[in-house]
Structure formats: structure tokens, C-alpha cells
């Protein structure tokens, strides 16, 4: 992994100059996560936890709205498990860890070698259909036992090659809701409802615009008859899949053998489901918002959504001004808020918080205790307002809405101006060259065209828009006729 | 580990008959965990893993409170970190899984076999000390850097070789503190300080009666200056060992080398405290105050506080109880509460709901509706009340803290009536004949008597607690004059 600038005062790299590097440097300005000595690992600092933290607890609450029950499976899977479903073998046999001796003894070398060799290898779980259709199929009995719909709370572990800080690492952490249903018609409804879940969080919470679509069957997972993605832009014009929701159909409820007893007395395979997000979505978050000063959070993510800067002229004028900045704390209890008490000049506080992501910070000085008010600075614009002291608590809200609705807005109009209607391959190569983008263009449903597109442009068909509409056309690379367009680009 | 009765409606073993099949059978009929296919691993299902939920909202307020921050470290400790401290790596190395490979490869056998071996091995995370204390030491410069206070809520591996559900798992979740500090008086302090936040938690919680001491030194935290613990006791009279607060004062700091630049220029070791609490302490929760009926669970920590079931004579008639069930939940909205609108007789849906072990059951039927009253069943005592609907919410409050009371007083006499202060070998030997218990005796501090109790008795020092009180005495053992008594017990 790249390594991370773990000196905080390091100067952040603009976006325009190196991507790449920008992002990294805003990990590390906000202390959000350090590299770590074990391959393709990070550390989640508290910064960057927090901000985890409060994803879980929004999604736990509208999963359990909808009926899910939190469980915990092991993180070890038996190897013969692996074998059982052909494509999922396929997908993840490449890039697992695997436990095979259970201690460690003293060598003559005088270092510890592995020892106690286990008679079937394990492999730390990359995702859990395996085992836990396992647990499911001793669980369902009847119909009376479906629909089963149960999450966990999990790390996984893919040994990734090239890994970057919450996007792509060999551990992350994630949930995993996993479902069994009697009717397939059952099933393919909760795919797309938990999908809908994601969208909503996504749009709402991390202020991302978030596109619903259907993968292709060469970009689906492995194992699932089809998969749904929620695609989202980052600031460089590149796709991040955000959120995936598997119709996994009967895939894996033949070979693990998850029967129930119908109604009518007939055995039947249940229809199952898999859906999941990750600390991923962490980085996606960094992404769609900051900017070459550093970290940018929406308000109702961000862990500590103003912080309160008294400013004094002398370090012995301190006291008042400190003492009205934890009066206003104590009038803004509807937020989450972050007093600066520390000795020293605001200006580097300011520009601490501005790094951090805070996204409002209320400064407070004699002058202004004098005049009753405060200046609140906001961070996605920078705009200055005087507010009243009197219904501050009405303004901060007022103000903190404000900057949600903005950023959503200005992603929205990024991904706007970012996607272009293609209708062909001139146009693609052209589009391509320029940069990145969503591509909308038309697709003939061949492997053959989508793989060239692949080789050609290094992008990707990101999914099929569950709001694209029927229309006529053709497909760029070998003109047969298609009804839809599909979303093409570049992509994490 | 010994296989889970899976069926609900198997009959409970008495605990007279067998305490360790009580034990699994409470947990089956109660729905909590469930065996896995891989070896020494549990499932813990929806009804288990609500305790454990509830466990860690409470707790991790209680860690904020106290300026924890949480973060998140690798899964993956590399073997060259384990040999760094000598008595830490002898007290993991015998029980650890290791990672070898991290592929696998299909062979000409048609199998999957490990490949792509890994240069070094990785080790999971028995516990995280090494790892984390070596990020610290990228992290401490100065003292301005102290303290440094940070939990993780995570899953650890160590190879048991005889398990048994929640009490003692190969993979088992946890949280692990780990804190750094400028001077050694401040690590002494947090290590008693979070020692006194679990003490609090067992008791006012989980209405468990705990004991806070210190471990001796054969029985502390491989690589502890010392090991503080809190001791509780199950109703076979056995001790579980419930959390346990390390100091680990510059064991680590050393090999890891956490150094900070104090505020008078000198380079320093940190001083270091390590504590956790697992899902062990469900085992305990279980054990502590289930019947021969089921599970019971204390209110402040039951997922569901109170059912509601309606009674009717047809099931024609159901539709009024049913209402004023729904109504009657309304009123109870500071309550955790379920209503049961299932078809069917009362009677198998109370036996459910007491094997579940819901704290307080309600029934209402449409004569208790045409006096305005219902009937509330208490789970601990099995004592009926009738209470008016008028002031429901008030009576279910009294009734949920009268079982929280009542639990934690019963627990507490239990204790009491097996625990015996012991003066000679003869009485030990008596005590531990008859059967387990708590047994207060005097202790020389010698190794050699410690060793000779557990090989005789099959019973270890459980702690010196921190309210023994200085009293002249001998060794029950060797005769040697000793100062203060320890608890010898039986333990899980």
C-alpha cells in the first residue's frame, strides 16, 4: 500500500497535479487511517473510525427496520466448503488467506516455525455464503422458518495485489446481510429493496449522487445470477461501486442443500439473497467532497459537526471568551460539537479543522460576545455569516442543512457535467482520450464488445441504470441494434 | 466443542443432574448460539447476539466517557512481532493460527490446495499488544502525545482444545484497550480504573456479583507486571474469570520501543495498560441466573424486556386481546417490548417466552381487559401480579427494577452461602471434597503452595482481592505466616 504521510502538517497535493497522491495526503492531514507494517493492511485511526462508526449505526438502524436480525459466523472456512459452488471457487480461490498449522514452535534456529498442521486447510472467509447457507441449511425447516434475513458485522480478508487506503485493502471491514426466501419472486424483491436502502444512505447521509443499476454478467459476483450495484462519480471523473445487492437465486442453495418444506408438502430449494458495503464507502466519502485544503464531510456524517473557536488577543484574555464558546456547545446539544480550548493563535486552528473536515466552525472573540454574535465559517464554501447568539441553535441547523444540501448538489453537478451521451466509437476513443467520465452509450449484450471496450479504454460497463429507458439504437463497436444504454468508465 | 441441542423444543437437563448439559441446553432452548462446521467455532445466532449487542452499547459509552477512542488494527500479526517479547510469545505461541499461503490452486486431484506461500507467516491476532504498540511508537513523539487511550471491538483467534459455547471459543470477539501513559503511577491508576468500569458493568448490568482483585504471577497476562481481574461466581460454585485490566508497565514499551520526549528533554519509555472483555461474559450471564426452565436474563441487558401475549377462548375472539396488546406496547414505549399476535394456546407461548427468558411476561385476556387490568408474570420468581392498565408503565417499571434487584441479591447469597473462610489443609481439603465454592484462605506466596492447591484440588488462586483485609495468618499449606487471604476456587 501506498505509504501514508503520517506528519500532519505535511502540505496536502492538489487534485489537479496528482490525484492520487491528494487523496492520500488528505487521509493523512485528517488522521483518518496510517499504513501498517503487515502487506496490504491499514490501521483505522479514531478519526477515520468515528466516521465507520456512524455509518454502521444509520444502516443497522434501517436494516433492523426492515426486519434483519445481527448474527456472527466464523471467520474461518473449511476449504471443502470453498469447492462446493463452482464460480464462487472461481472468483475468490485466487486471492484468499489460508490457515493451515495451528501454533508455532521453537526451532533450532532459535525462531518460531509453524507447527501442528491441520488436517483440512482454512480459509479466512473473503465473504461467508458458504458457510452460513451451511448454518441455513441445518436452520430451515418449513416454510414457517423462511424468509431468513440476518447480517453480520465482519472483516474479511481478499489478499488484493495493489491496495490503497480504504478503497482496496486485504482486510476491510464490512456487514454482510444474508437471506433465504421461499419464492424467487421474494428474493429478487429484497435484492432491489436493499439496494434501494443503500441509494437512500448514500444520497442522503454521504451526500453522494448514487446511480442504481445491474451489473453485467462478466462484472457480477461470482456466484450470484445477477448482481446490483450502486455506482457513484468520484472527483476525477472515476466510477466507485459503492454498494452491491446479489440475487443469488438457487445458486448456492443447492450445493449447500437449503431445503424447505412448502405449504403445499413439496421440498423446495429456498431463493437467497447477499448484499453488502464496506469501509470502502469511507473512501468513496473522502473522495466526493474534499477539496485541495483537505478533508470535506458532510454534516450528517461527520463526527463532530462544528467546532467552537474562542479567539483572544492575549493569552490572559483567555477565560471569557472560552467560557462563551462552552455556553454556545451547551446551546448547540441537538449537535455533535468540539470545543478548541487549547493556548495558541486561531489561525492554525482554523486551518486544523479546515484539514479535519469539521463542517462548520463558529468562531467567537470579545468583539463579537460584545455585539452578541458569532461568525460561522462554513467549510464547503468558506462563506463567513454573523449569526445571533440568541437562536444560534436555529442558525447552526439552518446553516448545517444548508451545506448538506450543497454538496450534494455540487456532486451532482459534477456528475452531470462529467457524462456524455456516446453514440460512437469515434466518439468513445475521443471521450476517453479527453479523460474520465460516464460514458452513456448503447450496448449490443456481447461479452466480445464489452471486452474490447475493456482493452481499448481501460473502462468498464459500470452497470445497466435501472432508470434508462427504452430507446433505440446501436452498439458503438459493432453496430448491432440495442434498446438500452449502459454506464461505461473508468472506475476503482 | 460439545454439539448444541438444536431443537427447541428438546427437554433442560436439571441442573442438579448435569450442570454442563443445563449449560448447552439453556442455550439451545433459548435460540443464542448454534456449532459450526469448523472446529471450536460457534455460530452466535440472533438471540445471543443481541445480548452481546446491548453488552456493547453499554460499555463502549461507558469506555467514551472515559476518553476512549475507538480504532481498528490489522487481523494479521507478523511472526517477527510475536517473538519480540519473550514471555507474551511463550504464553500465545502453543494456541495460534497461523497463515501460510494466500492462495489456493486446483491440483491434478481435482482439489484446492494452498499456494502462493507467504515470505513470513502471519499470525491472527490472539490479542493485539504487538501490533498496536508498534504503530504507537510510530505515533508518540512527545508527551503531548499522552495519554494515549484507544479500544478495538474485534475477533481474535486462540487454538482451545476443549470449547465450550461463549465460555471458551478458538474464535471468540472482544474489545481490547490498549493505552500508553508519560508516567507509571498514571498506568497503575487506568489499569484499576477500567478493572473498576467492568466491576460496575457486572453489577448494576448483568446483576452479576463481582469481585475485583489481583492475579498472582502465575496466573497473569503473559508479558504483565501484573494482571488485575474481576472474579465471579456461576451457580455450580464455580469461578469465571470475567475481564481482566493490565498493567504491562514497560514490558512492551521496551521491545517496542514507545519512547516520548518528556517535557524536560529526556527520552522516556511509555508506561502501558492493556483490558478486554469477550463474549465470554454471555456464558457467564447465563450461567449466573438461568433454571431449570431456561435462560434468565436481568432486565438493564435482556434484547426484549417484556412480552405481551393476548389470550383468547376462539381463535374468532382474538382480534380485541390482540388490539389492546398493541395498545398496552404503546404504553410501554421505555420498554423493549414484543408482542406475540402468533395463532395458537398461551400455554406453549408462555413456556417459549420463559426458556427465552424475557424478564416479564404480560397477559392479557378479555376478563383482565373488562377489569382494566393485566397479569404480569415475573420470569425470576414466577410470581403473578395483577396491574391496572391505568399506570402500566409505572408497575412495569417497578417490576422490571424489582427483578433487577431481586437477581443481583439472589446471586449475591448464593455466593455468599459458598464461600467459607478455610485455616487448614484438612478444611481445604473437606471444602473441595463436598464440591466447589469460594474458599478464603491465607497464602504464603509461594509458587510451590499455589501448585500443590491446583494439583490436589484441581483449584486455582482466583485473585488476592482488593478488599481483602490485613489479618494474621498462616499458609493452610506449608504453615508460613501469611497477611491476607486469597480466593481459591474451581474455575471455567
Known amino acids: 500500500m501506498a505509504d501514508l504521510n503520517n506528519e500532519k502538517s505535511g502540505n496536502i497535493t492538489a487534485r489537479g497535479t496528482d490525484y492520487s497522491q491528494w487523496y492520500l495526503d488528505v487521509i493523512a492531514a485528517a488522521d483518518l487511517a496510517d499504513s501498517s507494517p503487515v502487506r496490504g493492511c491499514m490501521v483505522i485511526k479514531p478519526n477515520g473510525y468515528a466516521i465507520w462508526e456512524n455509518i454502521q449505526k444509520v444502516l443497522d438502524q434501517k436494516f433492523k427496520e426492515k426486519g434483519v436480525k445481527n448474527a456472527y459466523f466464523p471467520l474461518f472456512i473449511p476449504k471443502s466448503f470453498f469447492e462446493k459452488e463452482a464460480e464462487h471457487v472461481e472468483g475468490f480461490a485466487k486471492e484468499c488467506a489460508v490457515v493451515t498449522h495451528h501454533r508455532l514452535s521453537l526451532g533450532e534456529d532459535g525462531k518460531l516455525n509453524p507447527a501442528g498442521e491441520l488436517a483440512e486447510p482454512l480459509i479466512i472467509r473473503p465473504t461467508s455464503e458458504t458457510i452460513i447457507y451451511h448454518m441455513y441449511s441445518n436452520w430451515i425447516q418449513t416454510y414457517r422458518d423462511l424468509p431468513m434475513i440476518m447480517n453480520q458485522w465482519a472483516n474479511v480478508v481478499r489478499w488484493e495485489m495493489r491496495t490503497r487506503p480504504f478503497l482496496r485493502t486485504t482486510e476491510f471491514l464490512w456487514q454482510e446481510g444474508h437471506t433465504a426466501h421461499a419464492a424467487n419472486e421474494e428474493a429478487e424483491k429484497m435484492t432491489m429493496d436493499m439496494l434501494e436502502v443503500y441509494r437512500q444512505f448514500i444520497e442522503e447521509y454521504l451526500a453522494i449522487p448514487a446511480i442504481s443499476g445491474i451489473k453485467t454478467e462478466s462484472e457480477k459476483f461470482a456466484g450470484a445470477v445477477y448482481t446490483a450495484t450502486i455506482e457513484t462519480m ?28 412448502g405449504a403445499d408438502g413439496k ?4 431463493s437467497q439473497t447477499s448484499w453488502g458495503i464496506s469501509t470502502r464507502i469511507v473512501g468513496a466519502l473522502i473522495m466526493a467532497h474534499s477539496d485541495d485544503t483537505g478533508l470535506v464531510l458532510p454534516p450528517k456524517i461527520a463526527p463532530t459537526q462544528v467546532v467552537i473557536v474562542p479567539v483572544w488577543g492575549k493569552e490572559t484574555d483567555k477565560d471569557i471568551p472560552v467560557e462563551a464558546a462552552k455556553k454556545i456547545a451547551k446551546q448547540l446539544q441537538n449537535f455533535s460539537v468540539h470545543v478548541d480550548e487549547r493556548d495558541g493563535r486561531p489561525g492554525p486552528k482554523f486551518y486544523e479543522w479546515e484539514r479535519a473536515g469539521i463542517p462548520l466552525r463558529i468562531e467567537i472573540g470579545p468583539r463579537d460576545l460584545a455585539n452578541n454574535i458569532a461568525i460561522a465559517v462554513r467549510r464547503d464554501t468558506g462563506e463567513k455569516t454573523e449569526i445571533s447568539l440568541e437562536n444560534i441553535d436555529d442558525e447552526v441547523g439552518k446553516l448545517l442543512n444548508e451545506i448538506q444540501e450543497n454538496l450534494f448538489a455540487r456532486a451532482g453537478k459534477y456528475q452531470k457535467e462529467m457524462t456524455s451521451k456516446i453514440d460512437s466509437y469515434a466518439e468513445m476513443t475521443e471521450f476517453f482520450q479527453k479523460g474520465n467520465g460516464f460514458a452513456e452509450a448503447h450496448w449490443c449484450e456481447s461479452p466480445e464488445c464489452e471486452k474490447k471496450i475493456k482493452d481499448d479504454f481501460n473502462a468498464t460497463i459500470r452497470c445497466i441504470s435501472t432508470d434508462s429507458v427504452a430507446e433505440d439504437g446501436a452498439c458503438p463497436v459493432c453496430g448491432k441494434r440495442s434498446n438500452k444504454r449502459v454506464i461505461i468508465a473508468r472506475a476503482y
Open 234 to 261: 468520484m472527483q476525477d471523473g472515476k466510477a466507485l461501486q459503492a454498494a452491491t445487492s446479489h440475487m443469488l437465486g438457487q445458486n448456492f442453495a443447492k450445493p449447500f442443500d437449503v431445503k424447505f418444506l
Open 267 to 270: 421440498q423446495e430449494y429456498v
